[in-house]
Antibody, heavy 119, light 110 residues
Framework: QVQLVESGGGVVQPGRSLRLSCAAS????????MHWVRQAPGKGLEWVAF????????YFADSVKGRFTISRDNSKNTLFLQMNSLRAEDTAVYYC????????????WGQGTLVTVSS | QSALTQPASVSGSPGQSITISCTGT?????????VSWYQRHPGKAPKVMIY???NRPSGVSDRFSGSKSGNTASLTISGLQAEDEADYYC??????????FGGGTKLTVL
């Protein structure tokens, strides 16, 4: 069965960096686009980033553009989110999600990893 | 990339029907038939209930239906059951390989 398991969350000071990982199994990882979605405390879901199946193209929400990068290692079935220059407003649970096909929907989600940006 | 607008909460009694609206713009909901709806129980990962405005994935009850008119999409749940109590989110493709979610609606089954 499809499984997505995020890791790498934690408490980090403003301005610092953090790298999240998402280990995928149960499907042909290299043939699907992948997303990161986050949910801040008491807020709704927010789409963060998308990467093509082959890593050839990457797209970001305006709120993270220039600070976050998305990448993948298809040989290890793993998705990454490199978060730099973190701000308090980046505090959220971060989910990786599979794109069923290019325009959506997000058909499988992980359980999420919590990132807290605080001094 | 402004969030889509959903009511914060809706409620209904078992057996009744409820509708959750999701309002966007011509750049997202109104411009594409790639609106999805997700159900989220506390502590669980979101589950897609509707995709492409009105399609149900295999295994989703036919009590769930979706529609769209102009810039507003809607999710209707008929024959409400206690297990339907959850948060519901809409999402739309916005073109240029970006997506947007709604703020979420908390459904209470009375």
């Amino acid at each position: 069965q499809v499984q997505l398991v995020e890791s790498g969350g934690g408490v980090v000071q403003p301005g610092r960096s953090l790298r999240l990982s998402c280990a995928a199994s149960g499907f042909s990882f290299s043939t699907y686009g992948m997303h990161w979605v986050r949910q801040a405390p008491g807020k709704g879901l927010e789409w963060v980033a998308f990467i093509w199946y082959d890593g050839g193209n990457k797209y970001f929400a305006d709120s993270v553009k220039g600070r976050f990068t998305i990448s993948r290692d298809n040989s290890k079935n793993t998705l990454f989110l490199q978060m730099n220059s973190l701000r308090a407003e980046d505090t959220a649970v971060y989910y990786c999600a599979r794109g069923s096909y290019y325009e959506g929907p997000f058909d499988y989600w992980g359980q999420g990893t919590l990132v807290t940006v605080s001094s | 990339q402004s969030a889509l607008t959903q009511p914060a909460s809706v409620s209904g009694s078992p057996g009744q029907s409820i509708t959750i609206s999701c309002t966007g713009t011509s750049s997202d909901v109104g411009g594409y038939n790639y609106v999805s709806w997700y159900q989220r129980h506390p502590g669980k990962a979101p589950k897609v209930m509707i995709y492409e405005v009105s399609n149900r994935p295999s295994g989703v009850s036919d009590r769930f239906s979706g529609s769209k008119s102009g810039n507003t999409a809607s999710l209707t749940i008929s024959g409400l059951q206690a297990e339907d109590e959850a948060d519901y989110y809409c999402s739309s493709y916005t073109g240029s390989s970006t997506w947007v979610f709604g703020g979420g609606t908390k459904l209470t089954v009375l």
